[in-house]
């Protein structure tokens, strides 16, 4: 019991290691690596998929899993410049809404599809991996037949500013980004409705016995992610300027990855938003390591899966528990 407890007051820092192992590899392979402007830019890589993480997260501890986090964080933008851009060029908007309004509705149509996420696993009793993949190419087809299949490339400033802007020589999505997990694991731990989620995760009929609300705070969870997922999209827009046809394809293996390494397990029930922050951090580092490095990008899908399957592998072994 005591070698359980000891193992699980370290693992949340296990990655802390690997990531200062990926630094040294990355200053011997380039001794470009450590200059600012790579390591910003490898921070500010970090936050779209860091937010993407953060929700995926939270919903994991509660025992759920949502796979529509992917087209949330492209579909959020494209609604919301649909409503407030003017019709012109490539683009036909409907200008039914004031341009200040871009970031709001953004965010409203990332919970909005956590709420019906929440009706069809919750209500209906759909299974969640069935109807948030149901979700996901629901929503990648909405994405795709609003824009035309076209990237759209006219952002307000509203919705450009927090992508582009810097705050104390730092981009802002940086410091937004540690703000909202660190509310995150203030929230999971010292707050009542936090730490609910370890029990409903852990054992949702326990929990539902000992007076938890159990369907209405997963319901919120899943809110809260699309939330994220929109605002990660808002982020990730205004720093390229534009939405992509194809934006966010792919990411939720990067997600998975993430919060795997980073100790989330996938039964629900353990492990913290800083193991998730620093899974995030690691799949980064691998990334730019590899890029300065001249290995080919083409290779970083099959080096997320093998994070994926030796992380899974490890943690079967360290925890003692099957993985069914």
């Known amino acids: 019991?005591?070698?359980?407890?000891?193992?699980?007051?370290?693992?949340?820092?296990?990655?802390?290691?690997?990531?200062?192992?990926?630094g040294v590899i990355g200053f011997i392979v380039s001794p470009a690596f450590l200059t600012s402007d790579n390591l910003i830019g490898v921070v500010q890589q970090s936050t779209e998929l860091g937010l993407l993480v953060l929700g995926e997260a939270l919903i994991l501890i509660s025992g759920r899993m949502d796979l529509s986090l992917e087209s949330t964080i492209g579909v959020a933008p494209v609604i919301a410049l649909w409503l407030v851009l003017p019709a012109s060029g490539r683009f036909t908007g409907l200008e039914l809404l004031p341009s200040?309004?871009?970031?709001?509705?953004?965010?409203?149509?990332?919970?909005?599809?956590?709420?019906?996420?929440g009706f069809l696993i919750l209500k209906l009793r759909v299974n969640g991996f069935i109807a948030t993949l149901g979700m996901l190419t629901m929503l990648r087809g909405l994405h795709v037949g609003i824009s035309e299949g076209q990237s759209i490339v006219t952002v307000p400033d509203s919705f450009a500013y927090l992508g582009r802007a810097d705050w104390v020589g730092v981009p802002a999505a940086v410091w937004l980004c540690l703000g909202l997990f660190a509310i995150g694991g203030v929230v999971l731990g010292y707050f009542r409705h936090g730490r609910a989620l370890y029990a409903i995760g852990g054992n949702p009929e326990a929990a539902r016995a000992a007076g938890i609300r159990v369907d209405r705070i997963t319901w919120v969870v899943l809110c809260v992610g699309g939330m994220l997922a929109a605002f990660a999209g808002v982020l990730y827009t205004g720093h390229y300027g534009s939405v992509s046809a194809n934006q966010g394809n792919g990411w939720i293996f990067q997600v998975f990855a993430a919060a795997v390494i980073g100790g989330i397990s996938l039964r629900g029930g353990r492990g913290t938003l800083?193991?998730?922050?620093?899974?995030?951090?690691?799949?980064?580092?691998v990334i730019n390591v590899m890029t300065l490095g001249g290995v080919p990008a083409l290779w970083t899908q099959f080096i997320n899966g093998a994070i994926i399957i030796v992380a899974l592998v490890i943690s079967r072994f360290a925890s003692g528990e099957k993985q069914d």
């Open 100 to 117: 200040w309004m871009s970031v709001p509705v953004c965010l409203a149509v990332g919970g909005l599809i956590g709420l019906l996420n």
């Open 1 to 22: 019991m005591e070698f359980d407890l000891d193992f699980a007051r370290w693992r949340d820092f296990s990655l802390v290691p690997v990531i200062f192992v990926l």
């Open 274 to 285: 800083f193991g998730a922050l620093t899974g995030v951090l690691t799949l980064q580092l």
